[in-house]
């Protein structure tokens, strides 16, 4: 009954690979997001959609790309991946609405080699 | 930037104490969130303080917020070890261009030893 999971928890690479993380949420939420959370715990939006289509791009690298097949999930994709990548990545949900309380999923932590 | 910040960056106390976190912001917000994140898991919301409000409680949560200074704090009472985690503030954006951004501080870190 996990309202909003990610796969996989661990993901460890060679630098220069092509990786992706899935998420989906059952909570029926209009709005998904990803967030990166580095070293020091700083948590960044990255990316935001909401039914399907992409509200929020932050300057990031168009080495990833966020796809949304349906409002339920939302899958990133990196591509030629780099050291600096390596960080915690977050899925989240959250309601279109202006109190915004977002549902976390248990995060990806990526490491590239 | 709309971001929140934390302080104090880490806090140390003892099993049944108190706990006191603080959170300053920059600009004008219809209400402001605060989260946890336990070790090695995602972020939990806690509580939601809107903008016309001063304190909300839930539990031994204690959430206050003053818009003239910009700032709330959050109040842990009679802490237990399993009170150990960061605690983050967010602060949504208010403009409908924006809408859906989350800003979330850097966070403080609690830890309760039994």
């Known amino acids: 009954d996990t309202a909003v999971s990610q796969t996989p928890k661990y993901l460890v690479t060679q630098m220069g690979n092509d990786k992706s993380i899935k998420c989906e949420q059952n909570?029926?939420?209009?709005?998904m997001y990803w967030y990166k959370q580095d070293s020091k715990k700083f948590l960044k939006i990255m990316f935001s959609?909401?039914?399907?289509?992409?509200?929020i791009n932050e300057t990031v690298p168009n080495r990833f790309s966020p796809k949304s097949p349906d409002k339920a999930h939302l899958n990133l994709h990196i591509n030629s991946l780099e050291l600096g990548d390596s960080a915690v990545y977050f899925c989240?949900?959250?309601?279109?609405?202006?109190?915004?309380?977002?549902?976390f999923g248990p995060g990806t932590r990526l490491t590239v080699l | 930037s709309q971001q929140g910040e934390e302080d104090p960056q880490a806090l140390s106390i003892q099993e049944g104490e108190n706990a006191t976190m603080n959170c300053s912001y920059k600009?004008?917000?219809?209400?402001l969130q605060w989260y946890r994140q336990n070790s090695g898991r995602g972020l939990v919301h806690l509580i939601l303080?809107?903008?016309?409000?001063r304190e909300k409680h839930s539990g031994r949560l204690r959430v206050t917020l003053d818009t003239s200074k910009k700032s709330s704090s959050l109040l842990i009472t009679a802490s237990r070890a399993a009170d150990t985690a960061s605690y983050f503030c967010?602060?949504?954006?208010?403009?409908?261009?924006?809408?859906?951004?989350?800003?979330f501080g850097r966070g403080t870190q609690l830890t309760v030893w039994p």
């Open positions: 303080i809107r903008s016309n409000e």
């Open positions: 967010a602060t949504p954006h208010d403009r409908g261009s924006t809408l859906g951004r989350l800003y």
């Open positions: 600009t004008s917000i219809n209400n």
């Open positions: 959609y909401n039914n399907k289509e992409l509200i």
């Open positions: 909570l029926g939420h209009d709005t």
């Open positions: 989240a949900s959250s309601p279109w609405d202006l109190n915004n309380e977002q549902f």
